[in-house]
Each structure stands twice: as C-alpha cells, then as structure tokens.
C-alpha cells in the first residue's frame, strides 16, 4: 500500500517563506506526476503545482514566481518552496501522486496525503 506524508507546515508572517516536503512511502517502481493541492475553509480543492517524473512542471498563476516544485525520483519526494507568501496562501495543503506504479505490478492512481497547515498571517 502506498502512502503520502507531508511535512513543513506551519505558521509564518506575510513575506515569508515555507518548504513543505512529501513523501511516498511503500512497494514503488515508479510515479507519474507528483503534486500539491490546497484547499481553504469554506473553497474548493485547488491545484497548487505539479510535476511529472520528467520534470516537467505546471503551476497555477496565482503561484507562478512565488512557488518552485521539485522532486526527487530516486527518493519519491516532493517539494513544494513557497517565497513571498501572502495571507490567501492559507490553506491545508495535500500532496498528490498519480500514476503510481508498485512492484507486483499495482497501479493506482488520485493518492493523496493527509494535508499540512499553512497559515500565513498579515
């Protein structure tokens, strides 16, 4: 069974910055695309970041230029820098995998971690 654990939430002042970090742990041969969504009080889930195993990344406009994803394929990490933060940034924040590929030949698809607390206060 597979499972995403995020870490690095927290509370920090407009401005500032945060790293969250997510990890895959189980029987793994290969993941797709890795993630980050968020999802504010009272709104819908919302995409954050993505990247494939590629590289290849995709960010929402509201983060372009304050946020960077990167991964480490070896590992099964994801990494979510996020600079310059500003008080809408907060949200439960939900690392993603899809397209994951276990030893055995398991496939699944839409995990998802159990969320990390940012709260970006002004």
């Known amino acids: 069974q597979v499972q995403l654990v995020e870490s690095g939430g927290g509370l920090v002042q407009a401005g500032g910055s945060l790293r969250l970090s997510c990890a895959a742990s189980g029987r793994i041969s290969s993941i797709n695309a890795m993630g980050w969504y968020r999802q504010a009080p009272g709104k819908l889930r919302e995409l954050v970041a993505t990247?494939?195993?590629?590289?290849?990344?995709n960010y929402a406009d509201f983060v372009k230029g304050r946020f960077t994803i990167s991964r480490d394929n070896a590992k099964n990490t994801v990494d979510l820098q996020m600079n310059s933060l500003k008080p809408e940034d907060t949200a439960v924040y939900y690392c993603?995998?899809?397209?994951?590929?276990?030893?055995?030949?398991?496939?699944?698809?839409?995990?998802w971690g159990q969320g990390t607390q940012v709260t970006v206060s002004s």
């Open positions: 993603n995998a899809d397209g994951v590929l276990q030893y055995g030949g398991t496939y699944s698809s839409g995990l």
């Open positions: 990247i494939t195993s590629g590289g290849s990344t």
